[in-house]
């Protein structure tokens, strides 16, 4: 596959590895066929952040996938650091204060906010437990990108199967990330709410966050290939 495939800024691939060494070796496999990665908080917190800074000045860009949620100040603060880095995406909960005061800490950086709707390994008994008022995600999947929208964030992330309806709701220009892609017939782990990576694009995704399906495969570059092919289709 060519290295300049029209896809390839739009697949990020989840380093949800325990070191840096297993992100390496994924890194290197994976070649030109991987562009985009996100680090969480299992490598985030060893030695994640500088391994960014590296993959950021080799010319990667990086879903920094840390879910800022604090008092105002503290999650602007956290957002000025942030953006210092050159990351390319920082995920925030999607409350309204901490949005807004996450865009105010951002501008003029180009760092894309991302706001974090509801959660991909969650359903309607996940959010009874968790005592919202609402146990449809949907209904508060659509509250979180109405407030995005209007808080100035860059984009959202939720799953595949809302996109088209939260494309509705914040229009072209922003982003729509989402987690819980899986090939056809693959094995979804732990996520509930999931989708195929070309019925993902169809339905309004941006940018399709995948795992293990490419980090776990034996041949990454051929499996990264595969999804990219399937985005496109």
Request: aromatic share 4%; hydrophobic share 45%.
């Amino acid at each position: 596959m060519s290295a300049i495939h029209p896809m390839r800024d739009q697949l990020i691939i989840a380093l949800d590895v325990p070191s840096v060494s297993e992100a390496e070796a994924i890194v290197t496999s994976l070649g030109d066929s991987g562009s985009f990665y996100k680090i969480g908080h299992q490598l985030g917190f060893a030695g994640g952040l500088s391994f960014a800074q590296e993959l950021i000045q080799d010319g990667k860009k990086i879903f920094l996938d840390m879910k800022l949620l604090d008092i105002d100040n503290t999650v602007a603060k956290g957002v000025e650091s942030i953006a210092k880095m050159g990351v390319s995406m920082l995920t925030i909960h999607a409350y309204p204060k901490a949005m807004r005061s996450a865009v105010k800490a951002a501008e003029g950086s180009g760092l894309t906010l991302l706001g974090v709707t509801v959660l991909t390994s969650m359903d309607s008994e996940d959010l009874r437990e968790a005592g919202y008022a609402s146990s449809n995600p949907a209904d508060l999947v659509e509250i979180r990108a109405q407030q995005a929208f209007e808080a100035g964030m860059g984009g959202v992330v939720c799953s595949a199967q809302e996109a088209k309806v939260v494309r509705a709701i914040i229009g072209t220009e922003m982003a729509i990330v989402t987690p819980g892609i899986r090939p056809a017939g693959s094995d979804v782990g732990d996520q509930k709410r999931v989708m195929t990576p070309k019925d993902a694009i169809e339905a309004g995704s941006s940018h399709l966050v995948v795992g293990r399906p490419i980090t776990a495969a034996q041949d990454k570059k051929q499996a990264a290939d595969q999804i990219l092919a399937q985005m496109s289709a």
